[in-house]
């Protein structure tokens, strides 16, 4: 630690995942840190993460799984999933991975995250200034001016913002924004094909179609809703989803068409009758679904059916319980490295201020604790 970075007043703008992060690294570097929190605690977001359990990273974690692949490398380099894992382990949190790659809390629960953020904060000394929303941050000789909404004027030498998706907070001083827009919702689809399978999940592989050039595609869990699909797939694939694009699932992405027929060709020298084809297969519902979809109950049109059961794309749906906003402070002016402005030197920006959205599966998290903890250790030097 430093003599300078001990003197260094740093404010963290919201005390979301992000900006727990940033005040737990300036702090280890010994700056004097405060949190800005409009909420009356930290960390609500957090406790609603992963239904409750926060899948706060990924093993497959990679500047590939995000919208600007360029500007996240520097900090995903610096911080991975191990590196993540290791900084979380040093606060005393112990995790647990699924097969898919998705790291929770051993506990299993979201709230053992948020804790270890805070006691680390309480013991590293930083003060949280809770129900207090900042309303400006104004330049002043060497840094600026943190002004809240009541009128009550912080001064600091560094700021981050930490304010997450949807704010704007940076615009006043002049920086361009991203539109917002919602992304990781479910899919708003036509609900002729699914009529009946509301509440049933499937394990199938998707594609988008843009008319006929794909778009995006992916493999995991589909759950059917009554006004289209939801799961990690649909949620995934709602990060490039347009109105009018076409959704195909294959339903059984494990056999191709041609071992499927088949297949199905000796399920229907069973001796049973026609409609009796899928039983065994599929939910009973799923398979209504599919030869709805065929137009027949024959081997050959309905194997084409669970190769490509095809659904329309309305756009977004459900976009209020959207788990990211896309959209933001546009990144180009700020050092993907330690998120420093170019414009105004010891201000910062992380998490979903900025305009960076990932994958579901612990991308967003990762991005908002590892660009924390970038900005974090700068300011502190900085
Ligand atoms: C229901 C749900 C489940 C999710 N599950 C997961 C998951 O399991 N894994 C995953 O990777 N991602 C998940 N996400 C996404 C993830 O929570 C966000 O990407 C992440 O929290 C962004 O972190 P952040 O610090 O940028 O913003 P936030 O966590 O949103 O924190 C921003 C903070 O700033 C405060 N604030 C805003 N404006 C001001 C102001 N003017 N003054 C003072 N304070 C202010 C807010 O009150 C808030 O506390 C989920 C999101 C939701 C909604």
């Known amino acids: 630690m430093t003599e300078k970075a001990h003197s260094l007043r740093v404010a963290v703008v919201g005390g979301g995942a992000g900006g727990l992060a940033a005040a737990v690294a300036a702090a280890r570097e010994g700056a004097q840190v405060t949190i800005l929190e409009m909420a009356n605690r930290v960390g609500k977001k957090l406790l609603r993460t992963g239904n409750g359990r926060c899948n706060l990273t990924n093993r497959r974690v990679g500047p590939e799984g995000y919208n600007r692949p360029g500007f996240t490398a520097p900090v995903l380099a610096e911080t991975d999933c191990a590196g993540l894992l290791a900084f979380f382990s040093s606060l005393g949190l112990w995790t647990t991975a699924d097969g898919e790659g998705r790291v929770y809390p051993r506990s299993d629960t979201a709230a053992s995250v948020l804790d270890v953020l805070r006691l680390a904060c309480a013991q590293l000394g930083v003060q949280e200034v809770c129900s207090s929303e900042v309303a400006a941050i104004e330049p002043e000789a060497g840094g600026y001016s943190v002004l809240l909404r009541s009128g009550v004027r912080y001064p600091a030498h560094r700021v981050i913002v930490a304010t997450g998706g949807g704010t704007s907070l940076l615009r006043p001083l002049g920086y361009p924004y991203i539109p917002f827009s919602p992304v990781l919702c479910p899919l708003q689809t036509d609900t002729g094909p699914i009529r009946g399978l509301t509440g049933l999940r499937v394990r199938c592989r998707a594609r988008l179609y843009d008319g006929r050039r794909p778009a995006a595609e992916g493999s995991g869990e589909i759950l059917f809703r009554d006004f289209g699909v939801s799961g990690i797939l649909a949620l995934d694939l709602s990060r490039h ?142």
């Open 241 to 382: 989803v347009q109105r009018g694009m076409t959704l195909s699932l294959d339903l059984m992405p494990e056999t191709g068409l041609r071992a499927l027929e088949a297949r199905l060709e000796a399920q229907s020298r069973l001796g049973r009758a026609p409609e009796e084809l899928l039983t065994g297969i599929f939910h009973r519902r799923v398979g209504e679904a599919l030869f709805r979809a065929a137009g027949s109950t024959a081997p050959s049109p309905v194997a084409r059916a669970i190769k490509d059961f095809r659904l329309t794309v309305f756009g977004p749906g459900d976009t209020g319980n959207a788990q990211v906003t896309r959209g933001g402070a546009d990144p180009s002016y700020f050092d993907p490295a330690t998120l420093e402005s170019r414009r105004h030197p010891g201000l910062y920006a992380v998490g979903e201020a900025l305009d960076v959205d990932g994958r579901c599966g612990g991308f967003n998290l990762h991005w908002a604790f590892a660009s924390g903890l970038a900005a974090g250790r700068s300011a502190a030097h900085g």
